[in-house]
């Protein structure tokens, strides 16, 4: 006799996190024509039910990888918990105000940025992705690849 309810792997309506951050990864090398790619980097399971990802910057033309951000979280997706530079911290706290993104410091340079929800998540990829320390670091892989 089955007991699993019949709603089980029915309206799955959450992406999951690493799927976002694929598509964006596959966005960046469209947006550059591939002269600067993104991989998102799985580091396995980093504690009891949770992932994490490093989001890289790739310049294949000479192989080099600039770990942008890391994410980890767990099976139910939310909160996510960012580790970013303190550069693009400050540019999270000063755009996401209006947001309850509670950030605890791990050192001196890094912070904790987190996502409560899909679009909190969405909202922080927005603000990595658009500061100008990204912009610069892009621009910087696009020069060395193309010199």
């Given at each position: 006799?089955?007991?699993?309810?019949?709603?089980?792997?029915?309206?799955?309506?959450?992406?999951?996190?690493s799927?976002?951050?694929?598509?964006?990864?596959?966005?960046?090398?469209?947006?550059?024509?591939?002269?600067?790619t993104?991989?998102?980097?799985?580091?396995?399971?980093?504690?009891?039910?949770?992932?994490?990802?490093?989001?890289?910057?790739?310049?294949?033309?000479?192989?080099?990888?600039?770990?942008?951000?890391?994410?980890?979280?767990?099976?139910e997706?939310y909160?996510?918990?960012?580790?970013?530079?303190?550069?693009?911290?400050?540019?999270?706290?000063?755009?996401?105000?209006?947001?309850?993104?509670?950030?605890?410091?791990?050192?001196?340079?890094?912070?904790?940025?987190?996502?409560?929800?899909?679009?909190?998540?969405?909202?922080?990829?927005?603000?990595?992705?658009?500061?100008?320390?990204?912009?610069?670091?892009?621009?910087?892989?696009?020069?060395?690849?193309?010199?």
């Amino acid at each position: 006799m089955d007991m699993w309810p019949e709603s089980i792997g029915q309206n799955i309506a959450l992406k999951p996190p690493s799927a976002i951050l694929k598509e964006q990864a596959a966005l960046l090398g469209n947006k550059t024509k591939n002269i600067v790619t993104a991989e998102v980097k799985n580091r396995g399971e980093s504690g009891l039910g949770s992932f994490s990802y490093n989001f890289n910057l790739v310049a294949p033309a000479y192989g080099y990888r600039y770990k942008l951000f890391q994410v980890w979280y767990g099976l139910e997706y939310y909160p996510i918990h960012f580790t970013v530079e303190e550069e693009i911290e400050k540019v999270l706290s000063e755009h996401l105000s209006a947001l309850p993104i509670p950030t605890q410091p791990a050192h001196r340079e890094v912070k904790h940025p987190v996502a409560k929800s899909e679009e909190e998540f969405l909202e922080i990829l927005g603000k990595i992705f658009s500061a100008e320390k990204t912009i610069r670091i892009i621009n910087a892989l696009i020069a060395e690849s193309e010199a």
